[in-house]
Structure formats: C-alpha cells, structure tokens
C-alpha cells in the first residue's frame, strides 16, 4: 500500500507528464469546504485539482522534470495545481476563460502561474484571455455587418473617403 505523500507525488508526475496545461493558485486562509466547493466547480468546467505542499512539489521537480524549473519560485507553502480533467490535448478557449472568471470571482486565489501549451504564463495570461472575444461573438457580430443593408454598409464604408475628401479640398482653398 503506497502512502498518502507518494500517491500524491505520482498524480503530480503524471500531471506534468501526460497535461499540455498546468496553473498554480495560491488560497490564503482555504479550507475544507472552499476546497470541495472549488473542485466542484472546476470540475463543471472540466477541470481538476490537486494540492501540494511545497517540499512535494520541489522534489518532483528537481528529481524528474528539470525543464520546469522555473516553475520552483511560484510556490510558497502550499498551492494548488489546476489541469484539465481529461485527457484532451489542449484546454479550449472556453475553459480557460471559464477558469480566468472563476479566479476574479474569488478574491481568495491568486493566481501565480503554469503552463500552458509549452508556454510558461502568468497573470498577464489571464487578463488577455479575460480581454478577447468569444468565438461565438466575434461571428455574430460579423453576421450582423454582413445582413447590414447594403446601402447603409456602402454608406458606412463611403464615410471615412468623403471626410478626408473635404478636409483636403478645405486645405486646398486655404492654399490658393
């Protein structure tokens, strides 16, 4: 029977083997029922959690991942690491932004980092993917200026030309 310290340094490992992304959280004052209450709701986002303590994360580090070492100085005390639940090649765009609300809407985490892609990132990620449209959006809006008539999208377009038509035309007379 492995023990609790061991079977968690294997789920890490295999964490940072086998997910293409990995974020660390920091949670002052969390407790057993924030704890629940956050699995469950990444978990409705399809992702998952573990946490680690420092001297845990450290060793599997050091012993077996060299190439995340820069990872080492996110972590202080405990953290908690985030990855996607299953086994799919990347996030989509939807969880990622789905977990970047989660993290305003909970003063209590702090987002310190991870991997994403190959990528190492930080918080800056998360405020651009927090900036960028959905998908979803972005096509509707296109249809919109698409079904726009066309003589209001011709007049649209024959605006910006007109102006700068006149301001030259204006400039001309100022000259002569």
Request: aromatic letters at 10%; one cysteine or more; charged letters at 20%.
């Amino acid at each position: 029977m492995q023990s609790k310290k061991t079977n968690q340094l294997n789920t890490f490992s295999d964490i940072l083997e086998n997910k293409d992304s990995i974020f660390f959280i920091s949670a002052n004052n969390f407790t057993i029922n924030e704890k629940t209450l956050l699995k469950s709701e990444l978990n409705n986002i399809g992702l998952d959690l573990i946490v680690l303590k420092n001297g845990l994360f450290k060793k599997t580090i050091q012993n077996n991942f060299p190439k995340y070492i820069n990872l080492e100085p996110m972590i202080q005390g405990f953290c908690i690491a985030v990855y996607p639940s299953v086994n799919s090649e990347s996030l989509n765009f939807d969880s990622l932004k789905l977990l970047a609300l989660l993290l305003i809407k909970k003063p209590f985490l702090l987002f310190l980092g991870g991997v994403h892609e190959n990528q190492l990132v930080n918080k800056s990620f998360i405020e651009t993917i927090l900036s960028i449209k959905n998908p979803l959006d972005i096509y509707s809006e296109l249809i919109s200026i698409i079904a726009t008539p066309k003589y209001s999208l011709n007049n649209s377009l024959k605006q910006v030309p007109t102006t700068i038509s006149k301001i030259l035309k204006i400039r001309e007379d100022e000259f002569k």
